[in-house]
């Protein structure tokens, strides 16, 4: 007797559940653009190259072209469509914004979905391919221009708006610094 290759699946994106009867065959892109009409994923190379499709699954970052569907059920997936706070952009779509870190905006959902987890990355000291001192007890690197780089490096532009990209990415993990610096000072003046 031939085993069945679908089934239904539960995937909770952006904190909503959606229920939906897929082939154990589908990519996480193609049930989020083609099933669900989050159509901000965008697919390039459909083979895990360019980082256009990027999301966070558990904060994480993850090619969803190479992910499939099924292995995502119990997840918390977040795409583009669900980084804003309502009305206000996330600091790193802002970011992009405002210095222009984009030309067709193609790759632009997968560059922000990556660069906020590389924002969070970097702050739990994690090194990168050109961390000089990679020592459990270093201290966490200044993300430089060549840090941010180098995080960056699995999601392409094909337009070229790397220079933009990097300045971005930089203002928006200033801005976060800033604001978790600001919280903790008002934590402290609350407790004290
Ligand atoms: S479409 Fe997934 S990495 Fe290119
Ligand atoms: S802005 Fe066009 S591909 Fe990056």
Request: net charge negative.
């Amino acid at each position: 007797m031939a085993l069945s290759t679908a089934g239904a699946i539960t995937l909770n994106i952006n904190g909503e559940k959606h229920t939906l009867p897929v082939d154990h065959r589908t990519t996480l892109l193609d049930a989020l653009r083609e099933r669900l009409g989050l159509t901000g994923t965008k697919k390039g190379c459909d083979q895990g190259q360019c980082g256009a499709c990027t999301v966070l699954i558990d904060g994480r970052r993850a090619v969803s072209c190479l992910q499939l569907a099924v292995a995502a059920e119990g997840r918390e997936i977040t795409t583009i469509e669900g980084v804003a706070d309502g009305e206000r952009l996330h600091p790193v779509q802002q970011a992009f914004l405002d210095l222009d870190g984009y030309q067709c905006g193609y790759c632009t959902p997968g560059q922000i979905c990556s660069a906020i987890a590389v924002i969070e990355e970097h702050a739990a000291g994690w090194p990168s391919a050109v961390t000089a001192d990679v020592r459990p007890e270093a201290e966490a690197p200044p993300l430089t221009a060549d840090e941010i780089r180098e995080r960056m490096s699995g999601n392409l532009c094909r337009c070229g708006a790397y220079v933009a990209i990097v300045q971005a990415v930089a203002r928006a993990a200033a801005d976060t610094e800033r604001a978790v610096g600001a919280g903790r000072a008002a934590g402290a003046e609350e407790a004290a």
